[in-house]
């Protein structure tokens, strides 16, 4: 379920709040696969079952990026800005990968608004998104996303 500010300012008595969780996603070869044409990206733990199958992991893994890309997927079913001009993808700030997803694997993203910052026309959030592995013990990603939101 998404959590729903009416307008920006109402970040700011929310520092500290735990925003929800997104949908789960499955993470098929597919996706490892097309992920690896976008970047160029083909290391046989990500596209190579066969080879994969005797290396470290016993099957192909996500790449690393590819789990930090669908926090753009993730964060705006955790959270939503209403009254907004527009909201601006500032960047991330510490992204850690502490265990692989390997393929089949199902994760969602947990948000935490970590802290809001007035600034010049609005305000900026870091929300820190954790991508959980369904079934594991540790995240597969978890990384501090900052946005600025403008009012309308």
Partial sequence: MTTVFKQPQDLISAVGTVLGSS?????D???INLFA????????????PARAKDGPFGKCIAHGY??????????????????ISMGVNVGCDRIRFP?????????????ELMSIEEI?????????????IEGSDRPACVADTISRYFPA
């Fill in 120 to 132: 010049k026309g609005g305000v900026q959030s870091v929300v820190r998104i954790t991508v959980e």
């Fill in 23 to 27: 949908e789960w996603l499955e993470i």
């Fill in 99 to 111: 265990a692989p997803v390997p393929v089949g694997s199902r994760v969602r993203g947990t948000g």
């Fill in 37 to 48: 044409d976008a970047t160029g990206d083909h290391q046989w733990i990500h596209v190579d």
């Fill in 66 to 83: 590819l789990t930090l890309s669908l926090v753009s997927l993730f964060l705006p079913q955790i959270v939503e800005v209403q009254g």
């Fill in 29 to 31: 070869q597919q996706r």
